[in-house]
């Protein structure tokens, strides 16, 4: 059974740093992509996608953190991280790594349909002024 952990998430003011890892068990993480998300607490809002990073290790990140987050993969670990600076406010969050379900996806890029993907239970980031 497929198992992503995300770990890293805690207090942070505003401008500093974290470093989002997301460990992956029970699933072969080299050959695919994954992507992070994050969504607000308490908010009626979808996830939002933060960005994402293809088996050769080419990255998208949104339009809005461009320069300020970076995504990077550890095959031999089986790890993905997702590294955050000049944080704001508005960057307080449960931040989730997902990955493929299906082969399909692997090959041609992930998928944005949430029963697509597996899913991490989440890391909170909280950035405080």
């Known amino acids: 059974q497929a198992r992503l952990e995300e770990s890293g998430g805690g207090p942070v003011q505003v401008g500093g740093s974290l470093k989002l890892s997301c460990k992956f068990s029970?699933?072969?993480?080299?050959?695919?992509?994954m992507a992070w998300y994050r969504q607000v607490p308490g908010l009626e809002k979808p996830r939002e996608l933060v960005?994402?990073?293809?088996?050769?290790?080419?990255?998208t990140i949104h339009d809005s953190l461009e320069g300020r987050f970076t995504i990077s993969r550890d095959d031999d670990n089986n790890m993905a991280y997702l590294s955050m600076q000049s944080l704001k406010t508005d960057d307080t969050a449960m931040y989730f790594c997902?990955?493929?379900?299906?082969?399909?996806?692997?090959?041609?890029?992930?998928?944005?349909?949430?029963?697509?993907?597996?899913w991490g239970q989440g890391t909170l980031v909280f950035v405080s002024s």
């Open positions: 029970g699933y072969t993480f080299r050959g695919c992509g």
């Open positions: 997902a990955a493929p379900k299906f082969t399909l996806y692997c090959s041609v890029g992930m998928s944005g349909a949430t029963a697509d993907n597996y």
């Open positions: 960005g994402s990073i293809s088996a050769d290790g080419t990255q």
